[in-house]
């Protein structure tokens, strides 16, 4: 490997798996209200890095419980994005697996477990989301993305 390959290896920005969770109830979805560098005070869904050896469920339902102190059930993968960060500082690349799930037990409500990463959860309609969303899942919902079912029968 030349001196080349290595500069460009050490200035690169680093690639991450993050699972993002669609919690649904009813009709609604919940959110959260950032405090991180990447979307600061802005709504995202419940979301974390995969840890290694993880199945996308089990990272799901950890960090759901890590950020909300709720429970999980009937969890499925929705989609897959690829997220560039290039404005950072420090340039980085999320691969985003969206999940889909609801509540083990409906009557629960969400705990801000981690108030350095978050200011409050909420459950929010689908067709009117607050305002401003993190940029990669605005662009999603702005795509298209829907994580309800199409039909009663989930």
């Given amino acids: 490997m030349g001196n080349d390959t290595v500069a460009v290896a050490e200035t690169a920005g680093s690639i991450n798996v993050a699972v993002v969770l669609c919690l649904l109830r009813g009709q609604k979805v919940l959110l ?3 405090r991180s560098r990447l979307g600061d005070s802005t709504f995202s869904l419940p979301s974390g890095h995969l840890e290694f050896g993880e199945t996308f469920e089990e990272c799901a339902a ?5 950020e909300t102190d709720l429970d999980i059930e009937n969890i499925e993968l929705l989609t897959v994005t690829n997220n560039l960060f290039l ?6 690349q999320y691969v985003a697996v969206f999940m889909r799930a609801v509540l083990a037990d409906p009557s629960k409500e969400p705990q801000n477990m981690e108030p350095e990463f978050c200011d409050g959860w ?14 990669p899942f605005e662009k999603v919902v702005q795509n298209g993305f829907n994580p309800f079912p199409k039909s009663d029968s989930w």
């Fill in 32 to 34: 959260g209200k950032r």
């Fill in 62 to 66: 950890r960090e759901l419980k890590e």
């Fill in 87 to 92: 404005d950072e500082a420090k340039p980085s």
């Fill in 122 to 135: 909420g459950w929010y309609e689908w067709d009117n989301l607050p305002k401003p969303l993190f940029w």
